[in-house]
């Protein structure tokens, strides 16, 4: 079936270190959405990616599609204690519906 | 999002009750989906629809029913609940034209003894 694999599961960086989480999908995907999760909250959209080798910028967030349109990226720079939650990218594989990686779990040490 | 409403935000109950779960939005969406999530597992698609009486299956729809009656309605059924149902649960809306991005209720912490 189409999945979306997602890493690292979790991480764990000091504040002010960097954190990047991966999505890979097995076929072509038709566009790709990041979304976050604070704890006990609900997943907000972040961004959404549709064009081969594309990068968007959010203050300290850089989102990136693979020019194969098979793997994207979300890179925090400097990472601070607002950024802790979970991420989740979400693939488009062309189907009308999303199918959302398992999630990374950032947690932030003071 | 507050558009978005889900009832109730807990739930506890006893294996093979009925349970329903409610989802209601105020921003004219024609998109309404229902997931599941658990640790590790990420969000899964249980049901979808894109207009009043349409009704698709998602990724894991076994032992779920819904019902869309009207735009902004969207109910998820647990016919005879099961302990591994015990999750928690999304709805979300999305507009028409394609994948665009799809706003979440507050969730619904549902627990099956």
């Known amino acids: 079936g189409q999945q979306v694999m997602q890493i690292p599961q979790y991480q764990h960086v000091q504040e002010g270190e960097d954190f990047t989480t991966y999505c890979n999908s097995s076929?072509?995907?038709?566009?790709i959405q990041w979304y976050k999760q604070r704890p006990g909250g609900h997943p907000v959209f972040l961004i959404q990616l549709v064009k081969s080798g594309e990068v968007k910028k959010q203050k300290r967030l850089t989102f990136q599609f693979g020019e194969a349109k098979k793997n994207s990226s979300l890179h925090i720079t400097a990472t601070q204690t607002t950024d802790v939650g979970t991420y989740f990218c979400?693939?488009?594989?062309?189907?009308?519906?999303?199918?959302f990686g398992t999630g990374t779990r950032l947690t932030i040490i003071p | 999002d507050a558009d978005v409403t889900q009832t109730p935000r807990n739930r506890i109950t006893k294996t093979g009750k009925r349970i329903m779960l409610e989802c209601s939005q105020t921003k004219g969406h024609d998109r309404m989906y229902w997931y599941r999530q658990d640790p590790g597992l990420g969000l899964r698609l249980i049901y979808y629809s894109f207009d009043v009486k349409d009704i698709n299956k998602g990724e894991i729809s076994d032992g779920y029913s819904v019902s869309r009656q009207a735009q902004a309605k969207f109910s998820l059924s647990l016919e005879s609940a099961i302990p591994n149902q015990t999750a928690l649960y999304f709805c979300a809306t999305g507009p028409g034209r394609g994948n665009q991005p799809q706003h979440f209720g507050d969730g619904t912490r549902l627990s099956i003894l």
């Open positions: 979400a693939g488009d594989f062309g189907n009308e519906k999303l199918t």
């Open positions: 076929t072509t995907l038709s566009n």
